[in-house]
């Protein structure tokens, strides 16, 4: 350890001067911005470095349990082995919206042994390093909305941590911290070190009855038209003979009657570009892809979908244009049928109803490609990234503001979601790549991951393998704060691009100095000057609660480039024939073409709007049946 004062190394490896000193932004020599990566250090019953200190040469020691990493262009250091108390960080990886991840492990030193102390990322602490608020202090800042919506949050959380053994990280009230909407944790406890009182007694998991005592203590201070039915609640977690689903339908139930009460709109914008490197647009996105008005009209403020297809330009368009239809098509259905129930659809079923709809799409293109004959890489697919905001009515609020403000996010491959406000950028998905499968399976950190060659490569797509192997990661949000949710292939996404550009770009959105439709140009010229290998596309939802905006205009379809066009290759995919190469004797003519296209369309949409509703009436009978009889009625 040192006590000199240290510098910042620039994260440019080719940087002649690269050592800064600590508070500048750029380095002095080549003017590369630089990287503030504050840590969070843990280990077991270890005795931290005091503040001031530099640790390893390369760490500084800015607060209590909180580094600075002087040398972020370098990996940390990864051990061969390492403690059990990792692993959760590693299991739990899908939770990162929520929890820390791994960054790396403190080199050992003549008091500390290899793979005990190690540093946690993704912690809740502001650009400068200093930790975000305790749930507790600010409690009483907060909206009722906003409070409950973090019991949900918790509530959440409560059976993936308890079946890591790490439940406990949740009774902690300085652990648990919040930014915005986002409830975040420091780190994770061992249950078996907070619980056992000694060596011989029995460890006990934390119970309900625990979390509930915890959630008292705030609550006390709630305000008094919500503090009455959560203690309500809380008196029933501590009953042993109550299931958790009980107490998540009553927690939901009074989080939706809270976002009701407030007033939503939500505008949507698309666009895709094929980009400067590439002949064909293998994205596809709604609402741009052409479809039926009527279909338009109906979802124009509620579905948002962004497919990126894989397969080459003989099959990825196809995939992703076909994806784009039938979601569309079952979306409009789903809303139907939640409109015409009289009672909530539970977030489980809505969950199971769209997870149904992404493997109706995954067979349809599966289906095709066993047709054609296609195997391995020459199997077309698409990534799917899909946000439906569900419109429902609870029958205790009017009927004008009755919208739960339900948000439901469903990704496949690496096309992601983010959530941005004037103060934030929140990544919302997960990438299925190899790089979170090594992580998720507890064989690799992250950074350490992301050292392999084969690190972005795809673990799962729509429509590359048959429905019992897909697994769409699926989520819901309440909108309760004015932001911008961006959907985006990784035409995009990629190298960070969203990261290092969302402050400019949603600061000019909320305070309308650009429209959506400009905006989301503008996010696809960006990718086209700093990527530009790929297409890419984006859709844009601006969400309004804290008043009413002006009824929006049906966007108008930003297609640039001939996106919307197949090629000659991909439309002979929708005739179900063979790959072969092309024959110069055997050109149909231009009107035939048309109409092969637009059969071979209608043919899709029909047995995917037909697949989907059988899978509907299996899963919700009783609903299936009230929307057949408001459609069809008897005579």
Known sequence: ??????????????????????????????????????????????????????????????????????????????????????????????????????????????????????????????????????????????????????????????????????????????????????????????????????????????????????????????????????????????????????????????????????????????????????????????????????????????????????????????????????????????????????????????????????????NLIAGQNDTQGREDRRRMGTTLVMALQVPQRLSTIDEATGNGHELYLVNVGDSRAYWMTARYCHLLTVDDDVTTREVRLGRSLYREALQRPDAGALTQAIGTRDAEFLHPTIQRFILEEDGVLLLCSDGLSDRGLIEASWAEHTDAILKGKHSLELAAKNWIDLANQKNGHDNTSVVLLRCNVSSALPEPSLPRPTNRRGESEWSAASRALQQDEPVAAPSSGSARSPRSRQLLLLGGLLAFLLIGSGIGLAVWSQLNPTGFHQFRERVLPRS
């Open 1 to 362: 350890m040192s006590d000199s004062k240290p510098q910042l190394c620039c994260p440019n490896p080719s940087c002649a001067a690269p050592l800064n000193p600590l508070g500048t932004l750029a380095c002095v020599s080549c003017q590369t911005p630089l990287v503030y990566r504050y840590l969070w250090a843990v280990g077991q019953r270890l005795e931290l470095p005091s503040v001031g200190s530099q640790v390893a040469g390369r760490y500084y020691v800015t607060a209590s349990q909180i580094w600075l990493d002087t040398q972020p262009g370098l990996m940390p250091d990864v051990p061969v082995e390492w403690s059990d108390d990792v692993l959760p960080y590693l299991h739990l990886y899908p939770q990162r919206l929520h929890l820390p991840e791994v960054y790396g492990f403190c080199p050992p030193t003549d008091t500390l042994q290899e793979g005990t102390l190690f540093l946690l990322e993704n912690v809740p602490l502001d650009a400068k390093g200093n930790l975000l608020p305790a749930i507790a202090h600010a409690w009483t800042q907060a909206t009722i909305l906003r409070q409950v919506y973090w019991l949900w949050q918790l509530l959440q959380l409560w059976t993936p941590l308890l079946e890591q053994g790490v439940a406990s990280s949740l009774l902690a009230t300085e652990n648990i911290r919040v930014e915005g909407w986002r409830v975040r944790l420091c780190q994770l406890f061992n249950d078996n070190d907070v619980l056992a009182v000694s060596s011989e007694a029995a460890v006990l998991a934390p119970t309900l009855a625990d979390l509930a005592n915890r959630w008292l203590e705030w609550i006390a201070t709630a305000k008094s038209d919500m503090a009455e039915p959560l203690q309500a609640l809380c008196y029933q977690m501590r009953d042993t003979s109550v299931e958790l689903s009980t107490i998540a339908t009553q927690l939901n139930q009074l989080l939706l009657q809270q976002a009701a009460q407030r007033p939503l709109r939500v505008q949507i914008v698309g666009a895709t570009d094929t980009g400067p490197q590439r002949s064909h647009n293998e994205d596809a996105c709604f609402p741009v892809t052409p479809t039926d008005k009527a279909h338009s009209e109906a979802l124009a403020s509620r579905l948002a979908i962004v497919c990126d297809g894989i397969g080459g330009h003989e099959g990825g368009e196809v995939a992703s244009q076909t994806a784009v239809r039938s979601l569309t098509l079952q979306a409009q259905a789903l809303l139907a049928e939640v409109e015409a129930q009289t009672e909530l659809v539970s977030p489980e079923l809505l969950m199971q109803q769209l997870e149904a709809s992404v493997r109706v799409v995954n």
